[in-house]
C-alpha cells in the first residue's frame, strides 16, 4: 500500500511542474524510485514494530525519511521543486496561507 501511494505522489508531483520537465531515466524511474522507497519504508516500519520498545533506537518518521530519499532526490534531479521556494502567505514558509 505504502509504495503505490509513494508512486501516485511522486506522479502528481511529476504532473503539477509547470512547463516541460527532464527526467533522468524517465518519468518511469522516478515513479520506481518511489516504490522502491515505498517498499524500504514499509519493511523498516515493519521491523521497528517488531522491535522491542525499549531497544528500538530509531523514530517512525525517521524511518519513512530515511526511506524517501532517494524518491526524494529523483524528483529533485527532475526539477520537481524548483518552483516551491516561493514563501506561502503573508508568515512567509510555513505561515498561514
Known amino acids: 500500500m505504502l509504495p503505490a501511494w509513494l508512486a501516485r505522489r511522486a ?5 503539477a ?3 516541460p520537465v527532464e ?13 522502491r522507497a515505498g517498499a524500504d519504508a514499509a519493511a523498516g516500519l515493519r521491523e ?8 528500538q533506537r530509531t523514530t ?6 530515511d526511506a524517501v530519499a532517494p ?3 529523483a524528483l529533485r534531479a527532475a526539477g520537481a521543486f524548483a518552483s516551491v521556494a516561493a514563501p506561502r502567505g503573508p508568515g512567509g514558509p510555513g505561515g498561514p496561507v
Open 11 to 15: 506522479a502528481a508531483v511529476l504532473d
Open 48 to 55: 521497528l514494530a517488531l522491535t522491542d520498545l525499549d531497544e
Open 60 to 65: 517512525p518518521l525517521s524511518v519513512l525519511r
Open 17 to 19: 511542474v509547470p512547463g
Open 23 to 35: 527526467v533522468p531515466g524517465g518519468r518511469a524511474a522516478v515513479v520506481s524510485a518511489a516504490e
Open 71 to 73: 524518491a526524494e532526490a
